[in-house]
C-alpha cells in the first residue's frame, strides 16, 4: 500500500492543482512485514535449512541470520509442536 503525497501547483492564474504521486511508508513497519513473511517461506519451503532460504532469497546466509535476528525469528524447537 502506497501513501500519496499531495503538491499544489499553480498554472497561470488559475484555480490549484493537486498532483499526486507515489510515496515511501512513513514507517519501516510494513517493509518488515513483507521482508519477515519472504524469509518465513524460505524457511518452510527449506525445511528451515537457513542456507539454501538464503540462497532462495538472494542473500547470504549472515544476511539472513541478521535479519532473523532483527525480526525475532527463531527456529522452532525439536519435539514442539508439528514435530
Request: aromatic fraction near 4%; charge should be positive.
Amino acid at each position: 500500500m502506497f501513501r500519496l503525497a499531495q503538491r499544489h501547483l499553480t498554472v497561470r492564474n488559475e484555480d490549484p492543482i493537486i498532483v499526486a504521486r507515489p510515496r515511501q511508508p512513513s514507517s519501516g513497519r510494513i517493509e518488515a512485514s513483507n521482508r519477515a513473511v519472504a524469509i518465513l517461506d524460505a524457511l518452510a519451503k527449506t525445511g528451515f535449512n537457513r542456507t539454501a532460504a538464503a540462497k532462495l532469497l538472494g542473500i547470504t546466509f549472515r544476511a539472513l541470520r541478521y535479519r532473523m535476528q532483527r525480526l525475532g525469528i527463531r527456529e522452532p524447537a525439536a519435539g514442539g509442536p508439528g514435530a
